[in-house]
């Protein structure tokens, strides 16, 4: 699996940057999201149980505005 770069929050510093990438999957279309480590108790509490091999991310939603042009990007060509 490639992951292709589609941005990163522009607010954030050097080294701090939450940042999606979209993956090259050919059986499901997905993303790569990095962001802050969710520690915050009573965040987890509202989430409940995560399975060992998952985690919860937080990342801006101007990070997610990369998906959206993507995606609407997407449907253009269709």
């Known amino acids: 699996m490639r992951a ?3 941005g990163k929050d522009p ?3 050097e080294g701090q940057s939450p940042t999606l ?3 090259d999957r050919t059986d499901r279309a997905t993303y790569i999201a990095q962001g802050w480590k969710v520690t915050d108790p009573q965040a987890l ?3 409940g149980p995560v ?3 998952e985690t919860l991310i937080e990342i ?3 990070v ?5 042009k ?3 990007q997407e449907g253009e060509d269709r």
Do not use: C, I
């Not at 997610?64 to 959206?68: D, E, G, N, P, Q």
């Open 51 to 53: 399975p060992d091999h």
């Open 60 to 62: 801006p939603e101007g």
């Open 21 to 23: 990438f979209a993956t």
């Open 70 to 72: 993507r995606y609407l």
């Open 45 to 47: 509490a509202d989430v």
């Open 4 to 6: 292709t770069f589609l």
């Open 11 to 13: 607010e954030s510093q």
């Open 64 to 68: 997610l505005k990369f998906y959206a």
